[in-house]
Every structure is written in structure tokens, then in C-alpha cells.
């Protein structure tokens, strides 16, 4: 069904929730920066820090506690009615984006330009970076000690940076490469200066950037070492098509999921079963690390809550995972008919026909897939009939096109139960991703009745 016509007499709540959703955006274009938005949206709404629970020693049903992970990821919960060893409701998507970091030896000049070298993060199409407008954001951790946020590019008066191209007159060699070699990894190096620091004889562009960092940030060539820093597209999300019924931006993927979760969860007060929004870091680079889903931290914040219920043990623990109902929230491939031949038109996400439970992702076979249970396909349906949310099936392209995953198997080997569920997107991980604002309130809508409503 079509979801526009569904709504067309709450058109005012679907474009004032993308309103918010987009604010979000634009606060928020790191995993950092997005941790800390969502931090404050939650502190707005009463929540407290984990330690803060700690100290208060105990919890109660519809008491609100927020776990932050190394500033890059964060839990939201709710506690509900029952004790969290008969389950929680998760649902859990990432705030990491595909975008350049800066190496640690990244500033250099040539031919009187400064230059910043940069490694990839997550899918990319490399051509798709160059000639934009681009941003720096991050942070810097001084010698002694001190940690400096840097973040250049997104007022209107700062200046930006950018890759450059080879102009069309002389790519005669570049235009008969394929895709994936005419703009390599080695080229992503990013363009940040071109006047000397006076009375310099040698490396005068790469000094001069220094002298500006160092007045600006405090910091020297060797603090490039203790930093992390982000290049990612300058600007703020826009408005898209003469309808206004999209949205053009980067890092949808995965924040417009991240953002509906966390938004469904701080939107609810009283609800049965303990009610998680989780937002990791690492998923585009297969969910390693600390801050990735594969970490204990998760499985630690629970401990910690059910110690503070009262009688921990390790059995409550398991429980509490193996009974639990997961949407991984994240985005999926939105059917384009400028590209119809990468889709199965049967099994494909439609823009504007509202959310989307995908049973299965993976590549090939469904290798590396969660494989949603059927039993569990049908609570959520239900639960999104229930709660009149347009929702649709889909599958991630055709079969052997290719293929892709999410956090869903992680949280499923605890043993709970769990579905990929998001919006389409078009030109994902693309530097300026489409999602359309009517799927995004049905997500919305759907989280929020995932959360409150129990068959
Ligand atoms: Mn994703
Ligand atoms: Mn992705």
C-alpha cells in the first residue's frame, strides 16, 4: 500500500518528525557527535547515566538509564514491568557512516598544494568523493593529555575542503578504466592549502596549515598520531524533490534507523517488557572492535541491571539475551528503476510504501544471513497491522548480485529473536543518500509499536 496516501491526513506529523530527524542529522555527523545528540535527547527526557544508577543502587519498572560506549555508542533503556531475565525489546541499529579518515601521517605538500592522506572507511564508490564539498570532524588528543574536538566545514562561514578530479580534456586514460579504477584509495588524498607561511624555504604549504592547526586546536604535526579525525560531506541535510517528500543527506545509513529507535524508545513510558534502543559503532566495518556489536559492552550494561535488580547471576544473564525480540534496525536497498536490472521487482522495497521487514540479507546462498524465524515474522507483522504501520517485504537486490549484512546475527547467536527491519534508501552509501519521509514516520511508528504493543 502506498504509505503517502495512508497518511495524507497526518502529512503535518510525518514532515515535522523528518523536521527533528534532519536537526539530527546535521548535529550529528559522527559516530561521536551522533552519541552525544542522542545522549541529549534522552538526558531531555529524564534519563540517567548508568553509573548514576549505580550509585542509587537499585532499579524499578519505567526507570530510565542510558549506557554510553567510549563516546561512540550508546543504550538507551526503559525498564518494564517484567525482570529483565524474561526478555527485553531491542531495537538496535549503528550510528557509524562509510566516510575518508585521516592516517596518521597525513599532511604533505606538492607542487605548492597541502594535502591530507586518508583511508576509506566502509563501501564506497571512490569516484562519488571527489569535487564535493567536504568537511573535517573529530578529535585530537594533545601530548599532554588534553582531548580537543575539531570541526571544520559545517558553518556557513568556514571554509572546506575537497578531492579534485582530472578534467575530461585530459582523462582520455582515466575514462577507459572501470569504475572501481579510475579513482583509487592512494587518490582520496584531500586538498587543504595552497599558501606558504612567509620566509619559509622548504614544505612552506604544509607549514603554514600547521601554524593555523597549531593556533586554531593547540596542536602539532605529531598529535595527527593520537587523533581521529573524519572527512565527510559538508552541509546539512536538504529537502528533496518539488513535493518536499524526501530527504537528500548524508549518513542516513544507518542514523535514520538509529534516530527512530531512540525516538520510538524516549516517546514511551510504561511498557511490559524492558525496552532497549542501541546504537553501535563499526557495523559498516563488520561490527569488530570495542564499540562494534560483537563487543561485550551490551552484554556488561545488562549485567550491570540486573545486579541492580537485585541477586545477579550469569543464568539471569543468558536468559534475559535468549529471551529476548530484536528489530536490527538498518537500511535497505530502495528499488530504483534507473538501475531496474540490479532488483527483483517482486521482492523489492518500493519507496513511499512504508517500513520494511527483511526476512534474510547475506550474499550468494544467503551466506552470513540471520534468516528471521517465520513464527517471529508473523509477531511482528501482527504487532505492525495492530499498530496501522505501512510496511512492506523486501530483499537486498537479486539473487548473486551481490548482498550485504547487519547486526542482526550477532544478537541472534545469543539465541533472540530477530528481524532486519529499516527503510529503502537510494544510492546508499553514496555521499548524499534518499530516503522518503513518509517511510521514515512509518518506521517510526512501527518501532514505537514494536516497544508498546504485546500480543
Ligand atoms: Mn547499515
Ligand atoms: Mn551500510
Known sequence: ??????????????????????????????????????????????????????????????????????????????????????????????????????????????????????????????????????????????????????????????????????????????????????????????????????????????????????????????????????????????????DRSMILSYGHDDRVCSYAGVKALLDSESTLFTCVALCVDKEEVGSNGNTGMHSKFFENVVSELIALEGNYCELKLKRAMANSKVLSADVSAGYDPNYSDAYEKRNSVFMGEGVVLTKYTGSRGKSGCNDANAEFMAEVRRIFDKGEVIWQTGELGKVDQGGGGTIAYILANYGAEVIDCGVGVLSMHSPYEVVSKVDIYEMYKGFKSFFNINL
Open 1 to 242: 500500500m502506498n504509505a503517502w496516501e495512508f497518511e495524507k491526513n497526518n502529512l503535518e506529523k510525518v514532515m515535522s518528525y523528518s523536521k527533528e530527524y534532519m536537526n539530527f542529522l546535521d548535529n550529528g555527523k559522527t559516530e561521536r557527535t551522533s552519541c552525544k545528540e542522542i545522549v541529549k535527547m534522552a538526558k531531555e527526557k529524564g534519563y540517567i547515566s548508568l553509573c548514576e544508577a549505580i550509585k542509587k543502587g537499585n532499579i524499578k519498572k519505567g526507570d530510565k538509564i542510558y549506557a554510553i560506549n567510549k563516546e561512540k555508542a550508546v543504550a538507551l533503556f526503559l525498564i518494564g514491568e517484567k525482570e529483565i531475565q524474561e526478555g527485553m525489546k531491542i531495537i538496535g541499529g549503528h550510528i557509524d557512516v562509510p566516510r575518508l579518515d585521516l592516517k596518521p601521517n597525513p599532511i604533505y605538500e606538492e607542487s605548492n598544494l597541502g594535502f591530507l592522506k586518508t583511508h576509506y572507511y566502509g563501501g564506497i564508490k571512490k569516484y562519488q568523493w571527489t569535487t564535493i564539498p567536504l568537511s573535517i570532524h573529530g578529535v585530537v588528543i594533545l601530548n599532554d593529555g588534553t582531548k580537543v574536538d575539531i570541526c571544520i566545514g559545517e558553518d556557513e562561514t568556514d571554509p572546506v575542503f575537497c578531492i579534485t578530479d582530472l578534467l575530461p580534456h585530459l582523462a582520455k586514460d582515466q575514462m577507459t578504466k572501470t569504475m572501481s579504477e579510475g579513482v583509487i584509495g592512494e587518490k582520496l588524498n584531500v586538498l587543504v592549502g595552497n599558501m606558504p607561511l612567509f620566509g619559509e624555504e622548504k614544505d612552506k604549504v604544509e607549514k603554514n596549515i600547521l601554524k593555523i592547526l597549531n593556533e586554531k586546536y593547540n596542536m602539532t604535526n605529531e598529535d595527527f598520531l593520537s587523533a581521529e579525525i573524519e572527512v565527510v560531506p559538508a552541509g546539512k541535510s536538504r529537502d528533496l524533490g518539488f
